[in-house]
């Protein structure tokens, strides 16, 4: 109603008018619009939207800045695009609503899936250690993504999630191309945020997850571990802390029986964002001072002009960076693109 008076008072100075025909004005389209939408009436609708994102543009381009910035904020001009995709109806075919609410998963909410840890891809990385079975310059991308299946049944706000994590070493400087290594990562959690004012303390985060490279014999990698992680935020910096305990396996079906001697009991992750860059900084060690191995991972993302993706840069050094490179070391770097982070 606000947005109604809004416009009548600016027609009713004579600061503007813009007319589709010799009547319709573009708060009339807009309305005509909304008119023909909460009717089904799909094509009227969009229609009616696109005269009226046109109109708004063009009182855009000649109205003060303080209309502009009403405008932007109202995005009035997106509506005609938001209207395609949320509001166009592909359940015209199906009399049932069980198929129809099917539908409408499947195009608008992608069933709730969402972005995890990092999605990336890095076309070229380089190792500086030297290894017999591979060239040292490879691509490197992971693909990470979640959902939730059970809010707050316990009610601490509590939320139950299933995750998927995949990352793969891509041998594309070989002339066959092929990959090298895969490492697949489901895991099950439940997260519980801390409702304490003034604590540093921000989620406290229990879950099984299970690692494995799909490879077989002398090849074969995998374990499953419990975990307790801990997201916590002291001014600027945010700090990942995360402890695990490995479930054991028969010595005879255990590919990687001397895993924890590498990859140790826990990591550290510090996050830092400045304006639009974020670093971050992992650590982990056996904390063996006989014979001490770990690993550190440095990251650093940034925008790339307003596309939505973000330049990514990646630097490790240490075990573990893969399975199957759990007790062997590497250091390499890669610079690529991230779609989230």
């Excluded at 010595?251 to 009991?265: E, F, Q, R, S, T």
């Excluded at 630097?315 to 989230?340: A, C, H, M, P, W």
Aim: hydrophobic content about 35%.
């Amino acid at each position: 109603m606000t947005t109604k008076i809004f416009f009548a008072l600016l027609f009713a100075s004579s600061t503007f008018c813009v007319v589709f025909g010799n009547e319709t004005t573009a708060i009339d389209a807009y309305e005509l619009a909304e008119k023909y939408e909460s009717e089904n009436r799909t094509n009227e609708a969009l229609f009616w939207y696109k005269k009226a994102a046109q109109s708004f543009k063009d009182l855009n381009a000649n109205s003060s800045s303080k209309l502009e910035e009403f405008l932007i904020n109202e995005r009035f001009h997106d509506k005609s695009e938001d209207f395609i995709v949320k509001k166009t109806n592909f359940t015209n075919e199906y009399e049932d609503n069980e198929t129809k609410n099917t539908v409408s998963q499947m195009i608008e909410s992608l069933f709730g899936i969402t972005t995890y840890k990092s999605n990336y891809l890095l076309p070229i990385t380089y190792d500086f250690k030297s290894h017999e079975d591979r060239k040292r310059a490879e691509t490197v991308f992971q693909i990470s993504v979640k959902k939730d299946f059970l809010k707050n049944f316990f009610g601490f706000n509590e939320v139950f999630e299933i995750a998927y994590t995949q990352r793969s070493w891509w041998q594309t400087m070989r002339q066959s191309s092929p990959f090298r290594e895969t490492n697949y990562i489901p895991e099950i959690y439940v997260s519980i945020p801390d409702a304490s004012e003034n604590s540093i303390a921000k989620i406290y985060k229990f879950g099984f997850l299970h690692e494995s490279n799909g490879q077989a014999e002398n090849n074969s990698r995998s374990w499953n571990r419990l975990y307790f992680e801990l997201f916590s935020q002291y001014k600027g910096l945010f700090v990942n802390s995360r402890v695990w305990y490995r479930l054991k396996e028969r010595a005879k079906d255990d590919d990687n029986i001397d895993v924890l001697d590498y990859m140790g009991y826990g990591d550290l992750t510090l996050i830092y964002p400045y304006k639009e860059h974020l670093f971050k900084l992992l650590m982990r060690n056996n904390l063996n001072f006989h014979d001490n191995r770990g690993a550190v991972q440095f990251d650093w993302t940034f925008p790339l002009a307003k596309s939505g993706i973000f330049g990514y840069m990646q630097y490790f050094d240490g075990y573990g960076e893969s399975l199957i490179d759990y007790n062997k070391q590497t250091r390499r770097i890669g610079v690529g693109l991230s779609i989230s982070r």
